[in-house]
């Protein structure tokens, strides 16, 4: 679609920067995964990648939607990194035992982006969820349609971005979870998820039937 008066793409309302800069024809809808507490167990600041624990039917999910063909993307903020609990190869080294677990069952992720930051030693930053920095770079990398994308996570911070985009998000709470963050998450418009089983089949529209 373009604006009659000058040729130029048409603009929709939840064109971000990065999704104007992505081919309509090429785009795909993924799903946006949160790390800690969503995928793996969350630990507080992990660093030996030998305790990474997926969360219990975490591998279903994921195969859920790469049997969809829905490619999925890890979005994590890492502020351990800023703190100096964990370094740079400590976070490659986890993602790598991640993707090493998933495979081992059959599953797979495409990608995955980290925000090192923190706003008390770092200072401001774009990636930190809420913030959309990492999703506009997967965008483009990945020639992304966010608006039929999923954004799924144990807190309100990791399904905000979807807000940007007209995404549809899941909360999937954790022990981490807090009272505030589900409140938060149903105000604004977020699904509530059992697991992240049952979140992969309301965002596929399959039936899903509770794990025991």
Do not use: W
């Not at 999937?172 to 149903?186: F, H, I, N, R």
């Amino acid at each position: 679609m373009t604006d009659e008066t000058n040729g130029a793409p048409m603009r929709g309302p939840f064109d971000t920067p990065a999704q104007m800069r992505t081919s309509r024809a090429l785009r795909r809808r993924v799903a946006f995964l949160d790390r800690d507490g969503t995928v793996i167990v969350d630990k507080n600041y992990l660093k030996d990648p030998a305790d990474v624990t997926l969360v219990p039917h975490a591998a279903n999910a994921v195969r859920a939607f790469n049997y969809a063909l829905v490619p999925v993307i890890i979005v994590s903020n890492q502020s351990g990194i800023a703190r100096g609990l964990l370094t740079e190869d400590d976070y490659r080294a986890q993602r790598a035992r991640i993707d090493d677990l998933l495979e081992e069952r059959s599953a797979y992720v495409d990608d995955h982006y980290h925000c090192p930051h923190h706003p008390d030693i770092t200072g401001p930053c774009e990636c930190r969820k809420p913030g959309i920095g990492m999703f506009e770079q997967a965008i483009v990398e990945h020639q992304i349609d966010a608006a039929s994308s999923f954004f799924i996570g144990d807190k309100l911070r990791d399904l905000l971005p979807a807000k940007a985009y007209g995404a549809r998000g899941f909360l999937v709470p954790s022990p981490e979870t807090s009272p505030e963050d589900v409140q938060g998450a149903l105000a604004e418009g977020f699904e509530l998820a059992s697991s992240l089983s049952d979140a992969a089949a309301k965002a596929l529209g399959l039936p899903h039937e509770p794990e025991s």
